[in-house]
């Protein structure tokens, strides 16, 4: 099953752009990439989702590369409000089982 | 509108009793999924239902049942409690491979 790895934490400045990786190598060709966020204590919420171009909506923007082995979500100006687990997840278009979300990145927003 | 609405918000149990949890959700959601969720962990998928009368089995399945009881509702039952099964679930309503919608979570301690 393909997987994605993200780093452990990030820290950023309020305000400022913050670019969060995602790497999956062995993504297949039916695999949408999905992003959501966890804060404390609340359960997971929606944040982007992209199959090969990039996409844009009111919360953040994702960047996949070419290959689309890896991504980026894009906070355009991060808040204190965006302090949270960020998920990568890969979900086949075809299999309503693989959905295997990883541990995520912890994002520290400083002030 | 409510969303996702799951029943109870904390439990606790001794091992080897019985418990279902409700999971209800008014977006008119063909896909309904529970997730456990240990602490510092990400989310692992336990049961999935594609449509009504319709379930499947995710990663982790043991010590699970879940029935589909129509369009709206989703439950899952532990029939004999176990340490190992305490832990954070959330339930999850989507459509296709579009964005999941996640309910708040019971945290459910089994001593």
């Known amino acids: 099953d393909a997987k994605t790895t993200q780093p452990n934490s990030m820290e950023s400045n309020e305000e400022e752009p913050v670019h969060l990786p995602c790497n999956h190598s062995?993504?297949?060709?039916?695999?949408?990439i999905h992003w959501y966020r966890q804060l404390p204590s609340q359960g997971p919420e929606y944040v982007i989702h992209?199959?090969?171009s990039n996409v844009n909506n009111r919360m953040a923007s994702l960047a996949i590369a070419e290959d689309r082995k890896s991504s980026t979500l894009i906070l355009h100006r991060a808040t204190l409000r965006d302090a949270a687990v960020y998920y990568c997840?890969?979900?086949?278009?075809?299999?309503?089982?693989?959905?295997?979300f990883g541990k995520g990145t912890r994002l520290h927003i400083l002030p | 509108n409510a969303g996702v609405t799951q029943t109870p918000k904390f439990q606790v149990l001794k091992t080897g009793q019985s418990m279902t949890l409700q999971c209800a959700q008014d977006?008119?959601?063909?896909?309904m999924y529970w997730y456990r969720q240990d602490p510092g962990m990400g989310l692992r998928l336990i049961y999935y239902?594609?449509?009504?009368?319709?379930?499947d089995k995710g990663e982790v399945p043991n010590g699970y049942n879940v029935s589909r009881l129509n369009k709206r509702e989703f439950s899952l039952r532990l029939e004999s409690a176990a340490p190992s099964q305490t832990s954070v679930y959330f339930c999850?309503?989507?459509?296709?491979?579009?964005?999941?919608?996640f309910g708040d979570g019971t945290r459910l301690s089994i001593l």
């Open positions: 999850a309503t989507g459509r296709d491979v579009g964005p999941q919608h």
């Open positions: 977006m008119n959601h063909n896909s």
């Open positions: 997840i890969l979900r086949d278009m075809n299999r309503d089982d693989k959905i295997i």
């Open positions: 239902s594609a449509s009504e009368g319709t379930t």
């Open positions: 992209g199959l090969t």
């Open positions: 062995t993504i297949s060709g039916t695999d949408y």
